[in-house]
């Protein structure tokens, strides 16, 4: 093999590992200005109520990169009023923000101070002072209120159970003004001049299925009550 041949050869793979690197440079280059290009530079906000915390951080992210379902979790913990985010890509650069927000179900009394809670039992939001717009809930095992934060799910079956209780109630126009639990499994709610008792020993559904019949029953017959105690496998009603 002559040494002008070989020399050839040596330069073609020079000129084929050169064009290589130029290719993957001009690669990398390309994907560099197509990701900034396409950075979130625009943030609309649909349903805002309040500052949305987090949003400077998505702006460090690519439109085209960007995880719809961490991004909705990523906000949703960062903002415990909001329920629900869903997401809308307009590209190049605006990233639309439809919110949805907790409704608070009720307030908890907890030692020094309140915890205003979702239906599912959820921390909205911590505060010094009474929220009276919505029922209160007196807990027998007073809650630390620097133990928790806005965020956590408190999850006592008792406080779990009123909360559903409470919904349940305002489904059937009965608005409850507090729910005391002052023992294991006994719920007595409070409204006006009347009360209602339930029980987290017996199922849930039976016990408003059979407080349904009740005031439906007295709506026929024009009548009131004083107290309905649905712990029993047969309703106690007192008038």
């Known amino acids: 093999m002559s040494a002008s041949s070989s020399l050839k ?21 390309g994907l560099y200005f197509l990701n900034d290009s396409i950075k979130i ?12 915390l ?6 460090k992210t690519s ?23 869903t997401i809308e ?38 505060s010094r002072k009474m ?9 027998y095992q007073k809650l630390n209120f620097q133990s928790y934060n806005a965020g956590d799910i408190i999850s006592f079956k008792d406080i779990q159970n009123g909360l559903y209780f409470i919904k349940s109630l305002s489904g059937l126009n009965l608005k409850v003004d507090n729910l005391d639990i002052n023992g294991v499994d006994v719920l007595l709610f409070k409204l006006n001049d009347k009360k209602i008792i339930f029980s987290s020993a017996k199922d849930k559904e039976l016990q408003i299925y059979q407080l349904e019949q009740i005031i439906r029953q007295f709506k ?20």
């Open 9 to 29: 050869r040596y330069l073609n793979k020079i000129i084929r590992w050169l064009f290589f690197v130029l290719l993957c440079a001009t690669a990398f280059s």
């Open 131 to 139: 929220i009276d717009s919505v029922p209160k809930i007196n807990f």
């Open 54 to 59: 987090g949003l400077e951080e998505m702006k």
């Open 63 to 85: 439109l085209i990169f960007l995880n719809e379902k961490e991004t909705a979790d990523f906000l949703t913990k960062k903002n415990p009023l909001i329920s629900k985010v």
């Open 89 to 126: 890509k307009k590209y190049p650069s605006t990233l639309v923000l439809k919110l949805t927000y907790d409704k608070g179900t009720a307030v908890l009394t907890v030692s020094n101070g309140y915890f205003y809670l979702s239906e599912q039992g959820k921390i909205l939001s911590k």
């Open 41 to 52: 530079k625009k943030i609309e906000l649909i349903n805002s109520r309040s500052n949305v």
């Open 220 to 239: 026929i017959e024009g009548k009131s009550f004083k107290e309905i105690d649905l712990r029993y496998d047969k309703p106690v009603v007192r008038f």
